[in-house]
C-alpha cells in the first residue's frame, strides 16, 4: 500500500475517547488499508496496514499477543 500524503490528509482521523491530552494513537481507514499515526506529530512517520494485516493485529491484541510489550 503506497497512500499518497493529500489522500491520507483528506480522511478522517480517529483516537479513542479515552484520549484526553495529545500522546495518542490515531488510526484512518483508507480504501485499500489502514494508516496509523502519532497524535503529536501528525506530519510525521505512519504505519501502514492492508485490511488483512489490520484484522490479524486486532486478533493479536484480544488474543493479549502484546500484553508483555
Same mark, same amino acid.
Not at 484526553?20 to 488510526?27: G, K, L, P, Q, R
Not at 484512518?28 to 512517520?45: A, E, H, I, Q, T
Given at each position: 500500500?503506497?497512500?499518497?500524503?493529500? @489522500?491520507?490528509? @483528506? +480522511?478522517?482521523?480517529?483516537?479513542?475517547? *479515552?484520549?484526553?491530552?495529545?500522546?495518542? /494513537? %490515531? /488510526?484512518? *481507514?483508507?480504501?485499500?488499508? /489502514? #494508516?496509523? +499515526?502519532?497524535?503529536?506529530? !501528525?506530519?510525521? !512517520? +505512519?504505519? %501502514? *496496514?492492508s485490511r488483512s494485516e489490520w484484522h490479524e493485529? #486486532?486478533?493479536g491484541i484480544g488474543k493479549g499477543d502484546f @500484553?508483555?510489550?
Open positions: 500500500m503506497n497512500i499518497e500524503e493529500s @489522500a491520507a490528509e @483528506a +480522511r478522517s482521523w480517529y483516537s479513542s475517547s *479515552f484520549c484526553s491530552n495529545s500522546s495518542c /494513537v %490515531e /488510526v484512518c *481507514f483508507m480504501d485499500d488499508g /489502514v #494508516l496509523l +499515526r502519532d497524535s503529536k506529530n !501528525p506530519r510525521g !512517520p +505512519r504505519l %501502514e *496496514f493485529f #486486532l486478533d @500484553a508483555g510489550l
